[in-house]
């Protein structure tokens, strides 16, 4: 007994030494959210949740049927706080935080000492149970060695999730906004060719008239006809486009059931009178990007594990073993006494064969791959940021050509043809081309002011992450193919 007390003494060291180590950090159930409410509330001024029970889920739920509640028409402020507090996929991210948060926690608390026990000798005639006892701890050497190490690596780990997390929720409230943005644009869409349709239903009824008393060819009709059926078939396929893009709002807000009763607005806000300044906005990218500060964490816990490996490049298992050996004798008199040996041994690996070079270029690539992607990401950002602003302004000045140029001309050429047409001077043919030439102006306006509310929306993941620079490109493209595309 005196020989095990011994051989746990000598284990007994650096677990006194490990309980210095503060787990407190880890340890909480929403370890590390702190962090990423702060980031996302500046960056969104929005609140965020971490559901992790069955009475926050049912709070969760009551919050967000006040608020649908209270806001039948949602704007886009209202619709990124549902998603933020309801979108399940989030809350998944937001587990993913609790893992790292664990796997820091575990890393702060040493290996478990490997205890055995054996006999030998039962059943020898002469005994009268057995007639030797063995037993051993046994503990890696190494790991206690290395602690400290991989502590600050784990560390590092837990504060990427945090950063992770904190991205995935900007990229949810980004990508809420601009499905917000899209749905409401589509049913400005959808009225702007309900208006045209009643116009054109009216002419078309007109026409069948004329046709009656004979002061219109059957060409004549057919081409309002024609054009009232076309522009039907516009408009359902609009109300489709329109109600695709609500239910992609209502996938990224997380509702169902009745809570999918909701509505959007009919039109889009007006454009503003000026534009903000964000003559810095390189600068502004450059000191807030979530992602590039993953990035940095990326180059730190790389260079952390670098040093680990270059300590360990030798020597890749370290063990202790410390125990004590009894064996029972037996004397002619009959009386038997115990003997008792204490017994130590180390093992450990012999670098023979394997000298840990590979082990060591692996790290060193691993090194200089983190270093290259921070630098490129930094490139990035910039880039990004610019274009991102780039976009705010030249779509602005683009949509304010349409509002204020296109519409209005269109507007006067169609009254001025109308004038004509009653007066027997333009044709029915004439006529129509114009009102269609004045609907596909109406769209393209609608279109315009659309792409620069989007451009607008990716001005903040551009300075504070979230974003995606595939998001802006996908905004330039949009009105590119739409302007070719006809009549909605």
């Known amino acids: 007994m005196i020989a095990i007390k011994r051989a746990m003494a000598v284990t007994a060291i ?27 509330g500046g960056a969104t001024a929005k609140q965020t949740v971490w559901v992790q029970n069955q009475q926050q889920a049912q709070a969760t739920s009551a919050r967000v049927k006040t608020i649908l509640s209270r806001n039948k028409v949602l704007d886009a402020e209202t619709a990124v706080q549902v998603a933020l507090i309801n979108n399940k996929g ?33 059943g020898a005639p002469e005994l009268e149970a057995f007639r030797t006892i063995e037993g051993a701890i046994t503990t890696n050497l190494l790991a206690l060695m290395t602690k400290k190490r991989d502590i600050e690596i784990a560390d590092t780990r837990f504060r990427q999730a945090q950063l992770n997390a904190a991205v995935r929720t900007l990229q949810l409230a980004a990508e809420t906004r601009r499905a917000w943005i899209n749905a409401v644009a589509a049913w400005e869409n959808v009225g702007q060719l309900q208006r045209a349709q009643a116009a054109a239903d009216a002419a078309s009824e007109l026409a069948e008239k004329l046709g009656e008393t004979g002061a ?27 109600r695709l893009a609500k239910e992609e709002l209502t996938r990224l807000m997380g509702l169902w ?28 990218a450059l000191r ?15 260079a952390r594990s670098y040093g680990l490996t270059e300590a360990t490049r030798y020597v890749t298992d370290l063990e202790v073993l410390a125990g004590f050996e009894a ?56 880039s990004e940021a610019r274009s991102a602003y780039e976009a705010y302004r030249s779509n602005y000045d683009i949509a304010r050509h349409y509002r204020n140029n296109v519409v209005p001309l269109r507007t006067k050429v169609e ?43 990716n001005l903040a993941p551009a300075v504070y992450g979230g974003g995606s620079s595939a998001a802006a490109a996908e905004t330039e493209v949009a009105s590119a193919s739409e302007s070719g595309g006809g009549a909605h």
């Open 288 to 302: 807030n990007r979530i992602d590039l500060q993953v990035a940095r964490l990326e180059l730190e816990a790389t």
């Open 327 to 382: 064996e029972r004798e037996v004397e002619e008199d009959g009386k038997k006494k115990w003997e008792t040996t204490a017994a130590g041994e180390l093992e450990f690996a012999i670098p023979i064969f394997d000298t840990g070079k590979a082990r060591m270029r692996k790290a060193e690539l691993g090194y200089m791959r983190a270093a290259n992607q921070l630098a490129e990401k930094a490139v990035n950002v910039r």
């Open 216 to 242: 219109m060819t059957k060409g004549g009709q057919a081409r309002e006809h024609v054009f009232v059926a076309e522009l039907a078939g516009e408009t359902a396929k609009a109300r489709l486009t329109a």
């Open 415 to 457: 009254e001025e043809s109308l004038l004509t047409y009653n007066g027997m001077i333009t044709n029915t043919f004439e006529l129509l081309t114009d009102t269609r030439d004045k609907i596909n102006s109406i769209l393209l306006s609608v279109n315009a002011k659309r792409d620069f509310w989007l451009a607008d929306a």
């Open 257 to 284: 059931g009745t809570d999918v009763d909701y509505q959007v607005p009919n039109s889009l806000p007006a454009l503003p009178r000026s534009l903000a300044k964000r003559d810095a906005i390189e600068a502004e």
């Open 90 to 122: 989030l809350q998944a991210a937001y587990a993913d935080l609790g893992d790292s948060a664990a796997d820091a926690w575990q890393s702060t608390m040493l290996l478990n000492p490997t205890v055995s026990v054996g006999f030998s000798g039962i």
């Open 14 to 40: 650096p677990l006194v030494l490990a309980g210095c180590v503060s787990s407190a950090e880890y340890a909480g159930k929403e370890a590390g959210f702190s962090t990423v409410s702060t980031k996302v």
